[in-house]
């Protein structure tokens, strides 16, 4: 991102806009969770307001583009991080993430727990190496102030101005996503309108000023001019910060933030599916657990495979690209179900907060669209999809109640 907009204003500029846009969603998103505090978050609400059609749609969405991209992302995101560590791992850019993504395949399905301790360390982990980079960089006598300046100025070798904004919007918007997903336990919550509210600001608050913070430091590390590739600059701030180690030391660093991504994801993203084979609208075969670990197994192969799939649009950007398109669409949708409610939002936000957010998603398509439109629209044939597979499982289920009753 500061290679491509090339000025620290930019840069920081592009954060607290997605933060402002997410916080905007945070809004919209507490007050759907307190409305139906059950879980499932946007397959409830869509459910609510625009029928099973929609919510179906983003079941699958979620379980075949959003989930298995995400996944796939982090994995092909590590790579250049792996080569710090084992150098030959360059030579398989598309083995070393499938061995990744099929590692927490393995993990989730030997038991939940094991599955949630891994998740658990591995993400307060990810939060304390994150604040310690920052703090070490900033108070260890690394960081100069003249590195920030020119402070407006693009450098020279900037991207061009409108697709750099595109690539970095995307960027940000995907390293904020998640957000939303409190929303889906709303049922197993104590307290659910103190306690939701609280965990949608307070997550969105801390990830934007860590965001702002570690940008900050790593810019005042190394001057952005120098900047010219990510494992270049993990090289650069890697010496500054560890010594002759450096690069090896940071890129593990980077490497615990993606696991703790993948081990949630791994953990999560099964689930979807295991929960829409439940309610009938999934094959039967994924709502079945496994009688020894008892974790639904057979949606953890499906996402496995789905991932790795993911992989063969190879580029970072273009898996982001597949994703990120369709997920906002649902998103900017579900944010909608606040109009059609019959007892209408009585908020001092409203309807400003969802007008701002719903315009913000409609920008970041756009955007996509400019910058990869096939990745997109890909994902949008396989949301698509959704439609005569949604057809086939209800005529199966037909199908098994009508052979039951005749027995």
């Not at 590195?147 to 900037?158: D, E, K």
């Not at 965990?199 to 005042?220: D, E, M, T």
């Not at 009938?280 to 075969?285: H, I, K, M």
């Amino acid at each position: 991102m500061a290679k491509s907009l090339g000025s620290p204003l930019l840069l920081g500029l592009v954060w607290l806009g997605v933060a402002f846009m997410a916080i905007c969603g945070a809004f919209c998103y507490s007050e759907l969770a307190v409305r139906y505090p059950e879980s499932g978050g946007e397959f409830v609400y869509l459910h609510a307001s625009y029928g099973d059609t929609t919510a179906f749609l983003y079941g699958w969405m979620s379980s075949f583009v959003m989930y298995p991209g995400i996944a796939a992302a982090l994995a092909v995101g590590s790579v250049p991080y792996i080569a710090q560590l084992v150098p030959s791992a360059s030579r398989f850019p598309v083995l070393a993430p499938a061995a990744i993504l099929i590692a927490f395949c393995l993990l989730n399905g030997i038991g939940t727990r094991v599955g949630g301790l891994t998740m658990s360390l591995l993400n307060w982990l990810k939060l304390a190496v994150i604040a310690a980079l920052a703090v070490w960089a900033l108070f260890g006598g690394h960081a100069h102030l003249a590195n920030l300046l020119p402070f407006t100025g693009r450098r020279p070798g900037s991207d061009p101005l409108l697709p750099a904004i595109a690539s970095a919007v995307i960027s940000a918007f995907f390293s904020f996503g998640g957000w939303w997903e409190a929303g889906k336990i709303a049922g197993e919550v104590r307290n659910p309108r103190r306690t939701l509210p609280l965990a949608f600001f307070a997550g969105v608050s801390i990830v934007a000023l860590l965001y702002v913070g570690i940008s900050g430091a790593f810019l005042a590390v190394v001057p952005l001019a120098q900047v010219t590739s990510n494992t270049a600059f993990v090289a650069q701030f890697g010496a500054a910060l560890f010594g002759t180690a450096g690069a090896r030391t940071l890129s593990a660093c980077v490497l615990i933030c993606v696991c703790g991504g993948l081990a949630a994801l791994s953990m999560a993203a099964p689930r979807v599916i295991y929960a829409m084979a439940n309610r009938g609208s999934f094959f039967p075969a994924f709502g079945r657990l496994h009688r020894k670990f008892g974790t639904p197994v057979n949606g953890i192969l499906l996402q496995t495979v789905l991932s790795v799939l993911v992989l063969t649009f190879g580029a970072f950007d273009r898996v982001l690209a597949f994703i990120i398109f369709s997920a906002v669409l649902f998103l900017a949708i579900t944010v909608s179900t606040l109009f059609r409610l019959t007892d209408p939002v009585r908020a001092w936000w409203f309807p400003l907060a969802p007008v701002l957010f719903i315009v913000s998603c409609c920008v970041v398509d756009a955007l996509i669209l400019m910058h990869d439109p096939i990745p997109a629209l890909v994902g949008v044939g396989i949301v698509l999809c959704g439609i005569p597979a949604r057809r086939l499982i209800r005529s199966r289920a037909t199908l098994r109640t009508l052979t039951v009753a005749q027995d």
